[in-house]
């Protein structure tokens, strides 16, 4: 019996709708790099690029239940990268560096290339990162103090060590312990490839 290719792509997209964390990576790394280069090219910050296409690919995840095919997959990306840079945009205010009509063209030339937004209402990406905050709350005194200090102070290890006297290895063992507690709570939600990617991005 002969399958066509429809039905294979049919039988892909079902996998993904009902969670299956193996299709979700194969688009996953289908498109990562083509949706951290649509916002590079917007944004012209390859770091915050890459934490942009991240909010893309954890919310296609959240929101897979409300794609209705196969092509929308791509479309939800683009059209989430594009709502994504188009805020950071206004957030770091780069309008008051160029004239109204410059920025009207980038949001006009993004809405050419990607399809109308959609309308998503399950979990957002604000949520989870509710949890991560949540999760790192709960973390005991120290641990929780050190992880702090570490990722949203910039502090070094040794000045961490200095400040709260303790050792360096003491901070290293903490701060390890605080990943191993968010990957085992983000795992609950997203699958592994999403949940590498945060705690990559959480360990710089």
């Keep these: 019996m002969v399958i066509d290719q429809s039905e294979l792509n049919d039988f892909f997209f079902l996998r993904f709708k009902n969670g299956d964390e193996l299709a979700f990576e194969k688009i996953f790394k289908s498109n990562h790099r083509q949706i951290i280069g649509f916002c590079n090219q917007f944004?012209?910050?390859w770091d915050k690029a890459q934490s942009l296409a991240q909010e893309a690919f954890i919310n296609l995840w959240l929101?897979?239940?409300?794609?209705?095919?196969?092509n929308g997959i791509k479309a939800f990306l683009y059209?989430?990268?594009k709502s994504s840079c188009l805020n950071y945009i206004r957030h770091r205010k780069i309008i008051s560096k160029y004239e109204d009509s410059q920025l009207q063209s980038k949001e006009d030339q993004?809405?050419?290339e990607v399809l109308e937004s959609f309308d998503f209402n399950s979990l957002e990406f604000i949520e989870l990162e509710e949890?991560?905050?949540?999760?790192?709350?709960?973390?005991?005194?120290?641990c929780r103090r050190v992880f702090m200090m570490s990722r949203f102070e910039g502090k070094?290890?040794?000045?961490?060590?200095e400040d709260l006297n303790i050792s360096v290895k003491s901070v290293e063992a903490n701060i390890t312990r605080a990943l191993k507690t968010l990957r085992s709570e983000l795992a609950e939600y997203l699958p592994v490839i999403l949940v590498q990617l945060i705690i990559q991005y959480l360990s710089k």
């Design 79 to 81: 059209t989430y990268a």
């Design 110 to 112: 993004l809405n050419r």
């Design 63 to 70: 929101n897979r239940e409300k794609i209705e095919t196969l």
């Design 156 to 161: 070094m290890n040794k000045e961490i060590a």
């Design 43 to 45: 944004i012209t910050d």
């Design 131 to 142: 949890l991560i905050m949540r999760s790192i709350d709960e973390l005991p005194d120290q």
